[in-house]
């Protein structure tokens, strides 16, 4: 490298990445001594880790401005100052022939450098205000510039460093604002942010533990229980379910909502995925009472098929449900039917799952589609055989997809003897219908009151343990208005009580705990609350950060699961006992002589008095 030495930025599995000053630079005899890097005449030089011997470089003839190494060792990025100062070039380490070279005027920024190449080279953190991410495994585009997969500038100003995390799909990067920010690779989007972290350059492990600069961060995927990592990607409104200590929930796995979801199944006491093999479209899917089977409408995307039972622990296909056809739903209005697909109520017939429910016996199955695709009806199936044994539409003729009643939830009760159906009619305020399931005769009628909070999107959540009263929700799942909890009488299904405004945001899911004693409610406004099922009182509240809560189940009832939009399943405790336990185990260090005195606490407790209690 010369007498002055190097400046390491970057290192590779093989290889390491050195900022030099070569001998025959006219600042050589100072080295790095009194002056400003930026102004230094400086190289790259790649060096191998095992040997120490350079393999690449600035006295090959490549002077260069920085650098990028790509996490695997095999290629590099820099400008190339000596031939074209406005473009970029990827080198082949190994043959130090160029594979590409390109300039950048797709995205107006301040500064243009190669920043950092994640694993496998594929793609490129390039300059800043904003930061892009050059997608180099499509080849460059009919302007001869890469394509740009996303930007990020919310540092407020300069970022100082910016790195890729181990995986290469996620960003961690500093600036002036002193925040760590960890932001998607593929869409830009900010997924977490640490304050007061500083602007020192961030290197991530795969634990999640980040160094930036003299700080360490455990910047990790953390839930005060339990926490799964699954991918980064969408998860669907309502899809969660935990039933026996398996959650499973519908996620979009990558920034492009166009490709497939799939049914995440997850082990939460092993902390991990059991298998993620199943396309899942529609909006929601159930676990079996007996923790077995799960069922989904299948996909992929575009085509949307029929629903089907599979295994909950293997994925293995248990038995399709009769008297349903598939579709195609392409970008843009219209929706293309499979030939054999007839108009509701003729079978074979097309759906859209908003919800589905088993029966608590396990014996029967209601899916709705609530008319935002088709014309609104209600389904029953035998879940063991997969017949067909019943069909509702409240409007009895076809409608047009959002022109006829919406169905909006179904409740069966303890007994599994009656079905409830929440529908909003064309013009009008909440309904419930009745239905026997032994006749399937529409055997009770009512309406909900006006002074309810969301009452035209009506939602059924289950019937209090002593079967006092069935709880229900106003503004039913991501609806836009308000959103209230209330109470029905389960014979007359009249008004019993309500509770207005549990929200800022619109409800996104909504779950009643084991016991039946607790509701919990994820909202877009990033907030998880909990809620005593008798009385409406608020008796928790989890703040899961700047997300929206597309999904909330109770594992016990004092643990809750919950899905925030971007991936990943959390699991928190509701349990005020061993939330105060968990915070004295965390602390660091007791009180000192000083404080006890300025607060009179006599004795003054050790360290491990109070994480004893």
Not at 174 to 191: E, F, I, V
Not at 346 to 362: A, K, L, N, T, Y
Not at 461 to 473: N, Q, R
Request: charged share 20%; hydrophobic share 40%; net charge negative.
């Amino acid at each position: 490298m010369g007498r002055c030495g190097g400046i390491v930025t970057a290192v590779s599995s093989t290889n390491v990445l050195v900022r030099t000053l070569p001998d025959e630079s006219a600042d050589a005899p100072t080295c790095f001594a009194d002056i400003p890097l930026h102004e230094l005449e400086l190289g790259v030089e790649v060096l191998d880790l095992e040997t120490g011997r350079r393999t690449l470089g600035s006295r090959d003839g490549q002077w260069t401005d920085d650098g990028a190494l790509s996490a695997d060792g095999r290629f590099l990025a820099f400008i190339d100052e000596a031939v074209e100062p406005d473009r970029s070039v990827i080198v082949e380490v190994a043959t130090g022939l160029p594979v590409l070279r390109f300039g950048l005027g797709a995205v107006a920024q301040a500064f243009s450098w190669p920043r950092s190449l994640n694993e496998d080279g594929s793609l490129l953190l390039y300059g800043d205000r904003p930061i892009a991410v050059l997608d180099l495994s499509q080849g460059l585009g009919p302007d001869d510039e890469p394509h740009v997969a996303a930007t990020f500038d919310v540092h407020g100003g300069e970022s100082g460093f910016a790195r890729f995390a181990p995986g290469g799909e996620t960003v961690y990067s500093t600036g002036r604002d002193a925040t760590l920010r960890h932001w998607d690779a593929r869409s830009g989007k900010q997924l977490d942010s640490n304050r007061a972290a500083g602007s020192g350059r961030p290197v991530a492990t795969t634990s999640g533990i980040v160094l930036a600069g003299p700080i360490v961060i455990d910047a990790g995927l953390r839930g005060e229980v339990a926490a799964v990592p699954t991918c980064p990607g969408f998860v669907s409104t309502t899809s969660l379910d935990v039933v026996g200590g398996i959650a499973a929930f519908s996620q979009y796995c990558g920034s492009d909502p166009r490709v497939p979801s799939f049914a995440q199944i997850v082990d939460i006491a092993a902390g991990r995925p059991l298998h993620a093999d199943s396309s899942s479209e529609g909006q929601s899917q159930r676990i079996s009472p007996d923790g077995t089977r799960f069922v989904h409408q299948e996909g992929p995307w575009p085509h949307y098929g029929g629903l089907t039972i599979r295994n909950l622990r293997t994925g293995a296909l248990v038995r399709e449900l009769d008297g349903l056809c598939g579709f195609d739903w392409p970008e843009g209005p219209g929706r293309i039917l499979d030939p054999e697909c007839r108009t509701f109520p003729g079978r074979p017939f097309p759906i859209w799952i908003w919800q589905v429910e088993w029966s608590p016996d396990g014996t029967m199955i209601a899916a709705i589609d609530h008319a935002g695709v088709f014309d609104g009806f209600v389904a029953v199936w035998d879940a063991s055989s997969g017949e067909l044994l019943h069909t509702w539409d409240p409007d009895g003729i076809p409608a047009e997809p959002g022109a006829g009643t919406w169905i909006e939830d179904v409740l069966f009760s303890p007994d599994s003897g009656e079905l409830i159906v929440a529908i909003t009619p064309t013009e009008g305020w909440g309904e419930f219908h009745v239905f026997s399931t032994d006749t399937w005769e529409n055997i009770h009628e009512a309406r909900l009151p006006g002074e309810v909070e969301g009452g035209d999107r009506p939602g059924l959540l289950g019937f209090l343990p002593d079967g006092s009263a069935i709880v229900g929700m106003g503004g039913h799942v991501a609806a836009p208005n308000a959103s209230s909890l209330y109470w029905l009488d389960p014979e007359t299904l009249e008004l019993t009580g309500h509770r207005n405004r549990i929200h800022e945001g619109s409800v996104k899911s909504t779950d009643m705990s084991p016991d039946g004693l607790l509701v919990a409610t994820g909202s877009s406004d990033g907030l998880a609350r909990v809620w005593d099922a008798r009385t409406g009182t608020l008796v928790h509240e989890i703040p899961v950060g700047d997300t929206q809560v597309q999904g909330v189940a109770f594992v016990t009832d004092d643990h809750l699961a919950v899905t925030p939009s971007e991936g990943n399943l959390l699991v928190y405790t509701i349990d005020p006992d061993e939330l105060l336990a968990m915070v004295r185990r965390s602390l660091t260090r007791a009180f000192t002589d000083l404080e006890c005195a300025r607060y009179g606490i006599d004795p003054c407790p050790t360290l491990e008095e109070l994480r004893r209690g």
